[in-house]
């Protein structure tokens, strides 16, 4: 059984709303999406979805003892890059569990071809533009069926790419030859 270290109990309540049984739940049974090991230790990284904080975090877990050592929120996590399309995937284990489209029927992870591009066009403060730039990969029915949870996930990227002056001008994905354009004031408002 997994437990939290002194260090992990603390930076789970200093940094998240949600509880230590909570995000052990989540991993032991498998809700909660493994990133991978550390280079050389045995610390591996979940990526989890906390529904009181609605956001993701990662936890990281040292296998030798089955201790959470440290809670981090993603933005401070640079032991890898944290696609928009694993964030959905974490949610949507955490808020479907069992019913999550990302289980198989016998209960493992899946994940189904069919995955698009996705980037986006700015215009600078001088009406150039800018990009293409890319945003992530993501499976076609999210960008289909779920537009706004893609939309919430690929914010705070895109304000990343935005300099004072600039403003996105547009987003859209690539399926091999054909390209789909998707108005950002049409993803604002999707619910």
């Keep these: 059984m997994i437990t939290f270290r002194r260090h992990g109990e603390d930076r789970l309540y200093e940094r998240t709303s949600t ?3 909570y995000v052990v ?16 230790t045995t ?5 989890f979805y906390s529904v009181d904080d609605r956001d993701n975090f990662v936890a990281v ?3 030798a003892n089955k201790e959470v050592v440290t809670v ?27 019913g999550s489209r990302y289980l198989s029927s016998s209960g493992k992870m899946t994940n189904s071809e ?15 533009p800018k990009g293409p730039i ?11 069926d779920h537009q706004h949870q893609v ?8 304000d990343g790419h935005l300099k004072k002056g600039e403003a996105l001008a547009s987003i859209f994905w690539d399926v091999g030859q054909k390209r789909v354009e998707i108005d950002p004031a049409t993803l604002a408002t999707a619910e």
Excluded at 134 to 144: A, D, P, S, V
Excluded at 151 to 158: F, G, V
């Design 114 to 128: 069919g995955k698009a591009l996705v980037s986006c066009l700015i215009t600078k403060q001088n009406g150039d």
């Design 134 to 144: 890319r945003l992530g990969k993501f499976q076609i029915e999210h960008l289909q």
């Design 151 to 158: 939309w919430e996930a690929l914010k705070k990227k895109i």
């Design 72 to 98: 981090l929120p993603i933005n401070w996590h640079n032991a890898w890059r944290i696609s928009p399309e694993a964030e959905m995937m974490a949610q949507d284990l955490a808020l479907n569990r069992e």
């Design 61 to 63: 877990v040292d296998d």
């Design 19 to 21: 509880e230590t049984g």
């Design 43 to 47: 610390k591996n990284h979940y990526l």
């Design 25 to 40: 739940d989540l991993i032991e049974k498998g809700f909660a999406l493994p990133l991978g090991y550390e280079r050389r």
